[in-house]
T-cell receptor, first 121, second 116 residues
Framework: EAGVAQSPRYKIIEKRQSVAFWCNPI?????LYWYQQILGQGPKLLIQ????????DSQLPKDRFSAERLKGVDSTLKIQPAKLEDSAVYLC???????????????????FGPGTRLTVL | AQTVTQSQPEMSVQEAETVTLSCTYD???????LFWYKQPPSRQMILVIR??????QNATENRFSVNFQKAAKSFSLKISDSQLGDAAMYFC?????????????FGQGTTLQVKP
């Protein structure tokens, strides 16, 4: 079974420019998370979707960050305009298959994608 | 609010030896989940081991085991017979109940170096 896919893997932009990241979760996973990981720190949740609805976006800087999950599958995270402090790795994760695979994944586990490393100059 | 603290920014261990990574957390909840994740230079976050707070028995996964002290709010990871492939950043993480979809709260991470 394919894992969580993210693109691009790397992105370099100038400050005040816009950027978008894409995430395709594991098939059947209802919940999707976007985390921001600044260098040397642990990931911090930006936004959580349950199907196509937002569950938690309390730490999303809404003046510049936006996210959507069309049709409850793929998701896009956008930054406009970017600031220097937005340089980080952006991780996407998915979880919660409603009908667990027999002998398969543990229902509570979050599966992470490879992340997108953003550098803002 | 829940917090997770990893007080060891860096640790090193000799190959085949044992190392313990520390983690403490703060919560007022009585039921929750704790995790250790491994993040190699590829950035892929990999689940190493998990512990349900209602279980008294410490979780084990092959060479990895935890020492869960609920009263002390401590959750350390022991890696036995360390291998070169264990070198990575390790994160301790907390998740609230009862939902299966709760966000993870991560510590700052510990970089583990394995010496041949």
């Amino acid at each position: 079974e394919a894992g969580v896919a993210q693109s691009p893997r790397y992105k370099i932009i100038e400050k005040r420019q816009s950027v978008a990241f894409w995430c395709n979760p594991i098939s059947g996973h209802a919940t999707l998370y976007w985390y921001q990981q600044i260098l040397g720190q642990g990931p911090k949740l930006l936004i959580q979707f349950q199907n196509n609805g937002v569950v938690d976006d309390s730490q999303l800087p809404k003046d510049r960050f936006s996210a959507e999950r069309l049709k409850g599958v793929d998701s896009t995270l956008k930054i406009q305009p970017a600031k220097l402090e937005d340089s980080a790795v952006y991780l996407c994760a998915s979880s919660f298959r409603r009908v667990p695979l027999a002998g398969g994944e543990k229902i509570n586990e979050q599966f992470f994608g490879p992340g997108t490393r953003l550098t803002v100059l | 609010a829940q917090t997770v603290t990893q007080s060891q920014p860096e640790m090193s261990v000799q190959e085949a030896e044992t190392v313990t990574l520390s983690c403490t957390y703060d919560t007022s909840e009585s039921d929750y989940y704790l995790f250790w994740y491994k993040q190699p230079p590829s950035r892929q976050m990999i689940l190493v081991i998990r512990q349900e707070a209602y279980k008294q028995q410490n979780a084990t996964e092959n060479r990895f085991s935890v020492n869960f002290q609920k009263a002390a709010k401590s959750f350390s990871l022991k890696i036995s017979d360390s291998q070169l492939g264990d070198a990575a950043m390790y994160f301790c993480a907390y998740r609230s109940p009862p939902s299966n979809t709760g966000k993870l709260i991560f510590g700052q991470g510990t970089t583990l170096q394995v010496k041949p």
